[in-house]
């Protein structure tokens, strides 16, 4: 499959964030994953969008970048700011640790993201801003294949193609 690309920007407004959703989950369906893989991008997509505009511009005006890439069979998601960065990277990704309990923030979303694709990166700057890179691969569906193999031999049938003795 040949690899393609797809980069957003956009206002770091919380409205953005569903609209970063869609986009990942539109751009992978053409992997054919399965319901569970999309709800998986899209929830991983919808923390990283947050935290960067929940943690990245707290209220300032700034924008967010998505990215998303796919290799054969995998997807492969960044999402970067120009916000105020992490101090300490490995504490952020600590589950519960938050720095906005008063906005009733749970401290999940970096494990969440974790727990949603099969590897989440981290890098952050002080002062220059944070990029989340996520990847996961999109199991090929035995079945779908299955449904292709009959597809086509009812597709040789239906042409008149087919072994004769």
């Known amino acids: 499959m040949q690899e393609n690309n797809v980069d957003v920007i956009f206002d770091a407004i919380s409205e953005n964030e569903s609209f970063a959703r869609v986009v990942a989950a539109a751009f992978v369906t053409r992997l054919d994953p399965t319901l569970e893989e999309i709800s998986d991008i899209k929830t991983a997509v919808s923390e990283a969008v947050t935290n960067a505009i929940i943690h990245g511009y707290e209220e300032k005006i700034g ?32 589950p519960l640790f938050t720095t906005k309990s008063n906005l009733e923030r749970s401290g999940m979303g970096f494990t969440i993201m974790e727990s949603f694709m099969d590897n989440v990166e981290v890098d952050s700057v002080l002062g220059v801003g944070t990029k989340v890179t996520m990847s996961k691969k999109i199991k090929i569906n035995s079945s779908r294949e299955k449904q292709k193999d009959v597809e086509n031999a009812n597709n040789l049938v239906n042409t008149g193609v087919r072994g004769e003795e």
């Open 63 to 94: 924008i967010v970048k998505l990215i998303c890439k796919i290799a054969q069979n995998e997807v492969f998601i960044e999402i970067s700011d120009s916000g105020k960065g992490i101090e300490n990277i490995e504490e952020a990704k600590q």
